[in-house]
């Protein structure tokens, strides 16, 4: 009795390790498999035809770019080609569902992707309704060409060379009476990889529009401005929003007319409309005109950020030595003409642009020249607007720089609507002629730093610092100036009062010419790193925290910036410590890495300081900052890298 006990237990025992045995089985290759148990079902609730999908649709893959650099982005386009009559379901995202139906969902998805590459989730276009008779609802869909955009960016640790990429692409084809069978591919796709050196051009061109152009909506909803500390954004994904951004780009426009690029024209103009100030009408047509000059030079501006390729900032003009020398002459000549000296004929073009002519002509080339000297410089809320004008459509980009123009023009207005503000200017006589003589040696300081800064952009040789010694001709014109001041006040004035005033005045002009040529020619008391990509990547392997400033020979406000900011003793002391790498990115001259990098921290205009934690966040970027801003923003980054 016991021993069929004991066989019977063992019969039970082996029962039950054999069904164990079978459950681990089956629920392992349950686990292994989900997916194609999943899909297998899938086939089952679906209205499946035995015809394949891939006789139906046709894909195929597209590059953005031939090739790319490190540190920037390239784009895969996943295109499929779905006939009339047909569709493909919309991604999981937009896929509606319907009771007693399965819908396979389109998918892309990277599973092989070099070290250094970082993927974006793709992006899918939006999904189309459809009435389908197998289904009681509304479908969601993709139909005609259907292109789904992979954004990978490419790490600054990765060196050129040939680069491959594996992805995976799922669809269902269906029509409006059944679906087919579903479809499952691998793609292999490579790109090659170059040195920043290497030109990289964009192809497909019409393929990626529809990626650029979402790109613009996703990134442009709030635009952030930041001057000095005061900071706020706009929201221009509504109406009022765009209002105000263009309100905040005319006071960008307003605020260039007392930047040091444009001050030099200021009492020219004043000048001129206080010979015609007894004129009411005369001086107000003038003061229109040259406010239409102006608006002309920034519209044509826009017009060029539109629809040329490549060309995004107003300051790009400064880069091209050609561009910054002929207007170097011009003020030149202008200058010439201050003093009274056009005893020989000169081209008729000339005497457009002389503003002792009050000519309407004179008056629309000297609002051109004035919108046109304005453009080394960027005054608060302008470059963040402009930058959000280059990434939109052309009619936006060309009536955001509409309204800075109109911002700059606005001052002009102003002057020749109130003739009583410029009545007191001398018109004829010694004082009047002196005026014109100090202005113009002052326009010969102006046309040397044009033609100086041309010349340094023609001999810079980067990641070397440009050539500064033109700094010392603009410093002798502007204690000429001073000086001529003094000897001439000395000679005409009748007043002690006048006298002692504007000797001072000249002393003081003399004084800071001196000074100002021994700092702008100086390289400064903080050792900067200048710009290269290995130096910067040396910096991010020694985990210090990075502060680039990018600048230009010819930024008037970065040298202000540099000069009455940077190189403070707080800021100075600051820089001093182990821990922080300052790096200069000088992009006076050819200096395409330089160029891309400004692209990549999100800006087009200059000066610009950002600063990066040691893990390679940024913590801070500005335009117009302060020094306790810097301070504050070294210590996040310190923070941060705990």
């Avoid at 001529?484 to 009748?494: E, N």
């Avoid at 992009?587 to 990066?612: A, D, F, H, M, R």
């Amino acid at each position: 009795m016991k021993d069929k006990k004991t066989s019977k237990g063992q019969l039970l025992m082996k029962k039950f390790l054999v069904y164990f045995t079978l459950w681990l089985f089956i629920g392992s290759w349950a686990l292994n498999t989900s997916e194609a148990i999943a899909a297998e079902i899938n086939d089952l609730l679906s209205p499946v035809s035995k015809e394949s999908a891939d006789e139906i649709v046709k894909v195929r893959t597209v590059w953005s770019q031939d090739r790319a650099h490190p540190e920037s982005q390239v784009i895969l386009a996943v295109i499929f080609d779905v006939p009339k009559d047909f569709h493909i379901n919309a991604d999981q995202s937009q896929i509606i569902t319907v009771k007693d139906l399965v819908l396979i969902p389109t998918k892309v998805q990277m599973i092989k992707v070099p070290e250094g590459i970082t993927v974006e989730s793709p992006r899918f276009p939006q999904a189309d309704q459809l009435k389908a008779e197998y289904a009681d609802q509304p479908l969601m869909v993709f139909s005609g060409r259907t292109v789904i955009y992979l954004a990978m960016k490419i790490d600054e640790t990765v060196k050129p060379g040939q680069l491959s990429v594996k992805l995976q692409i799922n669809y269902q084809a269906c029509d409006k009476k059944t679906c087919y069978m579903p479809k499952k591919t691998i793609v292999k796709e490579s790109f090659e990889v170059v040195e920043l050196n290497q030109k990289s051009v964009e192809i497909n061109k019409e393929i990626f529009k529809g990626y650029y152009a979402a790109q613009a909506d996703v990134t442009a909803k709030k635009v952030a401005f930041d001057l000095f500390g005061l900071t706020f954004s706009l929201n221009v994904s509504f109406w009022w929003g765009k209002i105000l951004l263009m309100l905040t780009a005319a006071m960008g426009g307003v605020m260039l007319n007392f930047t040091p690029c444009v001050l030099p024209i200021i009492p020219i103009k004043i000048m001129s409309l206080s010979t015609t100030a007894e004129d009411r009408k005369r001086c107000i047509i003038l003061g229109l005109t040259m406010s239409f000059g102006v608006l002309v030079f920034w519209l044509a501006l826009g017009t060029m950020v539109a629809l040329i390729s490549g060309f995004t900032a107003a300051n790009q003009l400064f880069q091209y030595p050609v561009v910054t020398i002929l207007i170097g002459g011009i003020i030149a000549v202008m200058a010439v003409g201050m003093w009274g000296q056009f005893s020989f004929r000169l081209p008729d073009f000339i005497y457009m642009i002389n503003p002792n002519q009050n000519s309407l002509m004179g008056s629309f080339g000297l609002g051109i020249l004035t919108a046109i000297l304005s453009t080394p410089c960027t005054a608060p809320f302008m470059g963040a607007a402009a930058a959000w004008a280059a990434t939109q459509n052309p009619v936006t980009t060309i009536t955001t720089f509409g309204f800075i123009g109109s911002g700059m023009a606005l001052p002009y207005l102003i002057l020749s609507a109130s003739p009583g503000l410029v009545k007191k200017m001398p018109k004829t006589g010694p004082a009047s002629e002196l005026i014109k003589q100090v202005m113009g040696l002052f326009m010969l300081a102006a046309a040397a730093y044009f033609v100086g800064s041309g010349l340094s952009v023609l001999l810079s040789k980067p990641p070397d610092p440009p050539e500064t010694l033109y700094w010392w001709v603009v410093m002798a014109f502007c204690a000429a100036a001073g000086g001529w001041l003094v000897y001439r006040t000395v000679r005409i004035a009748a007043r002690r009062r006048q006298t002692v005033f504007f000797v001072a005045l000249g002393i003081i002009v003399i004084a800071l010419s001196f000074i100002g040529g021994s700092r702008l020619t100086d390289r400064g008391p903080i050792n900067w790193i200048n710009y290269t990509p290995e130096r910067f990547n040396e910096a991010v392997a020694q985990q210090k925290i990075i502060v680039l400033d990018f600048t230009a020979e010819w930024c008037l406000n970065c040298k202000a910036l540099e000069h009455g900011v940077l190189n403070t003793r707080k800021i100075i002391n600051l820089f001093a410590s182990s821990d922080i790498a300052p790096i200069k990115v000088d992009i006076t001259g050819n200096n395409p890495s330089g160029k891309e990098k400004l692209k990549q921290v999100g800006s087009l205009t200059i000066p610009l300081l950002v600063v990066y934690s040691s893990d390679k966040r940024i913590v801070f970027k500005s335009d117009f900052y302060t020094a306790d801003q810097i301070v504050d923003a070294v210590r996040k980054a310190r923070e941060a890298s705990r």
